[in-house]
Nanobody, 120 residues
Framework: QVQLVESGGGLVQAGGSLRLSCAVS????????MAWYRQAPGKEREVVAG???????TYADSVKGRFTISRDSLKNTLYLQMNSLKPGDTAMYYC??????????????WGQGTQVTVSS
């Protein structure tokens, strides 16, 4: 069974930084691209940063230049470094494994989420 466990969320002032972590069970991590999503109250869940085949990464326009997705394969851990945080970044953040459905990447397995709150 695949398990994804996020950590690292919290309350931070605008302009601050946080690093989210996502621990992934077993050998699953090395075989699948991963992504970070977020969902703010009253809004749909959106992809924030994602890995693609060939090691490429993509970011939502709203976080480009501020967020960085990375992984440590020895630790089976995915990271999201978030800098210059804004109140608009307040949301529940989820990590997810990805699969290609023939036309786009979709989420396959989800973590439980970690809350990020940015105060003004």
């Amino acid at each position: 069974q695949v398990q994804l466990v996020e950590s690292g969320g919290g309350l931070v002032q605008a302009g601050g930084s946080l690093r989210l972590s996502c621990a992934v069970s077993g050998s699953f991590f090395s075989m699948n691209p991963m992504a970070w999503y977020r969902q703010a109250p009253g809004k749909e869940r959106e992809v924030v940063a994602g890995e693609r085949s060939g090691g490429r990464t993509t970011y939502a326009d709203s976080v480009k230049g501020r967020f960085t997705i990375s992984r440590d394969s020895l630790k089976n851990t995915l990271y999201l470094q978030m800098n210059s945080l804004k109140p608009g970044d307040t949301a529940m953040y989820y990590c997810a494994s990805r699969r290609w459905d023939g036309s786009e990447y979709v989420a396959a397995y989800w973590g439980q989420g970690t809350q990020v709150t940015v105060s003004s």
